[in-house]
């Protein structure tokens, strides 16, 4: 008879150098911070039955994610995460990242919903597959390798240092920029269209301060809204337009503000 084999300790040797690797790096200063970032490893993160492969050298919302073990924005997700939940439900993540908020509500929202994420950052799009993958959503959330404009057509992304999640259509200082690409744009009205035969529609929009160009035409368009909006207003007072009059004018209100976004009910 074969000996049984022996118990590996290996995964929870793996989870005490994880934890104290964390504690050294929340224990730490900023420029501490800075140095020790680089050696920091990738991780599968689980939070709330959900499964997130991060990487917290080159992304703050993976590095937080990492760090604490949930999304950075848990008030603004949990408050969708309560519109979506159990209902067949129409969302659209504009600017999806790893994937922080659109996994989470593809996982809450019930029978026939469809997620839409918007990601054109190349590096990022993978990992947001990933996340999509590891979780068991490839049959309902779709990814748009794209940026969101008011015409077909091309535009610079630039990176913002080790940041990916802070990449912009808009010009980022030189100091802070870290090269950029070339990348699709598309207008969000190609998309809303899909949004019948859903109970709810939800959008969450998160582009570092382009909020107008992607948001804009929607709503000026006078055809199909959302039910929510969650719109990060950190950049309102740079905004070339008034956005916030043009949502609040539609028949939205404020029904929540935090972690530099805003809750529209309609």
Not at 108 to 123: C, D, L, Y
Not at 158 to 184: C, D, E, I, M, Y
Request: glycine share 10%; aromatic share 6%.
């Amino acid at each position: 008879m074969n000996a049984l084999p022996h118990p590996t300790f290996e995964p929870v040797a793996e989870s005490l150098t994880l934890e104290a690797m964390r504690a050294a790096f929340r224990a730490a200063d900023r420029p501490l911070r800075q140095k020790l970032m680089a050696a920091l490893p990738p991780a599968v993160v689980e939070f709330a039955g959900i499964r997130m492969y991060v990487d917290p050298r080159d992304n703050y919302t993976d590095r937080m994610i990492w760090l604490y073990g949930q999304p950075p924005e848990m008030k603004s997700l949990t408050a969708l995460t309560e519109v979506v939940e159990g209902k067949n439900a129409f969302i659209l993540d504009i600017g999806a990242n790893c994937g922080a908020f659109a996994v989470p509500l593809a996982v809450a929202a019930g029978k026939g919903s469809r997620v839409i994420a918007f990601e054109p950052n190349p590096v990022m799009i993978g990992r947001l597959g990933h996340n999509v993958q590891l979780n068991g959503l490839g049959h309902m959330v779709r990814i748009e390798g794209c940026a969101l404009g008011a015409e077909r057509g091309e535009a610079m992304l630039n990176f913002h240092g080790n940041n990916f999640g802070q990449a912009s259509l808009l010009p980022v200082k030189r100091r802070s920029r870290s090269g950029g690409r070339l990348v699709p744009v598309r207008p969000l009205l190609d998309f809303v269209q899909e949004a019948a035969g859903h109970d709810v529609s939800v959008l969450k929009i998160d582009v570092e301060g382009a909020e107008p160009a992607a948001l804009g035409p929607l709503l000026a368009a006078g055809g199909w809204l959302p039910d929510v909006m969650l719109v990060e207003t950190d950049h309102a007072a740079d905004w070339d337009s008034d956005l916030l009059g043009m949502i609040e004018g539609l028949g939205f209100r404020a029904a929540m503000q935090a972690e530099q976004n805003t809750l529209f009910v309609r």
